[in-house]
């Protein structure tokens, strides 16, 4: 007799009428289809390691928004609704008209209260500007060129203030608002305007530098 070939238990064969409908064994997956599954698999196992770590860091995120509102530009899905602004601005003090600016990062606009006519004082948010009321000549010579800057710009096209859905205020009662206009097909930011031109800061929300 010649060599006995070992009884080899062929695997499972799915034909039956009753296995029709069946998920056939991982192990039995093969070429293309399986490698596809594989892939997808680890996608899925790695989306379920990471969901939670992702949904917390957008808490975090959206959690310092709202804690720094003064320093930060609302994104456009807790902006409120704008404010347009069409005028002429002078500098606030003796013969002001209804438009003024303060400095370099607040002005003010008039509103109709009870049928009088008031003002609502805006602070630009994402800035630190010199401040009017001044400690030393250094800072009212920067608060006076940066409300110049600020002056230029209002003055320069109409544009809108933008709040916050929820409408913060700083310790001063002042309302925070992003001041911003269209300009060649983008958006441009009268805070960025007076950053770029050296007479304020960025505020990220830290303890502010002194002017002196």
């Excluded at 704008?82 to 003024?100: I, K, N």
């Excluded at 060649?184 to 002196?212: F, H, K, N, P």
Aim: with cysteine.
């Amino acid at each position: 007799m010649g060599d006995l070939i070992p009884f080899r238990k062929r695997p499972k064969a799915w034909t039956k009428p009753e296995d029709y409908g069946h998920v056939l064994p991982a192990s039995q997956w093969q070429g293309e289809e399986s490698g596809r599954s594989g892939r997808a698999n680890l996608l899925v196992r790695f989306w379920r390691a990471i969901r939670w770590w992702l949904a917390l860091i957008v808490l975090a995120a959206v959690w310092v928004l709202y804690r720094n509102a003064i320093a930060f530009e609302p994104p456009a899905f807790l902006e409120g609704q704008p404010v347009a602004v069409d005028g002429t601005f002078t500098r606030c003090g003796a013969g002001r008209a209804p438009l003024c600016v303060v400095d370099g990062d607040t002005l003010k606009i008039p509103v109709r209260e009870g049928g009088k006519l008031a003002q609502r004082t805006i602070r630009i948010v994402g800035i630190d500007a010199p401040e009017a009321r001044a400690r030393c000549p250094a800072e009212a010579l920067g608060a006076a060129r940066a409300a110049a800057v600020l002056q230029r710009w209002v003055n320069a096209a109409p544009f809108e203030l933008v709040p916050r859905l929820d409408a913060p205020t700083d310790k001063y009662g002042r309302e925070l608002m992003t001041a911003r206009r269209i300009v060649r097909g983008r958006s441009e930011t009268a805070a960025e305007v007076l950053i770029e031109a050296g007479v304020a800061r960025a505020y990220m929300g830290e303890a502010r530098a002194g002017w002196c």
